[in-house]
């Protein structure tokens, strides 16, 4: 079992910027990878960024490319999600998700990120 847990998030306006945090604890020598997602009202969930739990490598989706970074402290065991500029449209229940080879099996509650026009 993989326990998440996230903080971070709130209202911001446009342009500005706010940071995600996602604490892993249990079997995390079993994480392949964290990634984040987000969902909007009345729209599917949506893959945002990811990161290799040993690696280090990452990918983004395009709406997100150049204006967020996914990084990890594994002292902590914690990924982050850097959002600057951002948008109205980036408003979203954002979610952090542990693989362990075999999906995203493992979920945080979610955080809301509100972007004030």
């Known amino acids: 079992q993989v326990q998440l847990v996230q903080s971070g998030g709130g209202l911001v306006q446009a342009g500005g910027s706010l940071r995600l945090s996602c604490a892993a604890s249990?079997?995390?020598?079993?994480?392949?990878?964290l990634g984040w997602f987000r969902q909007a009202p009345g729209e599917e969930r949506e893959f945002v960024a990811t990161?290799?739990?040993?690696?280090?490598?990452?990918s983004y989706s395009n709406s997100v490319k150049g204006r967020f970074t996914i990084s990890r402290d594994n002292a902590k065991n914690t990924v982050y999600l850097q959002m600057n500029s951002l948008k109205p449209e980036d408003t979203a229940l954002y979610y952090c998700?542990?693989?362990?080879?075999?999906?995203?099996?493992?979920w945080g509650p979610g955080t809301q990120v509100t972007v004030s026009s």
């Open positions: 998700a542990a693989n362990t080879g075999s999906g995203y099996n493992y």
């Open positions: 249990g079997r995390t020598s079993s994480v392949y990878s």
């Open positions: 990161m290799s739990w040993t690696g280090g490598s990452t």
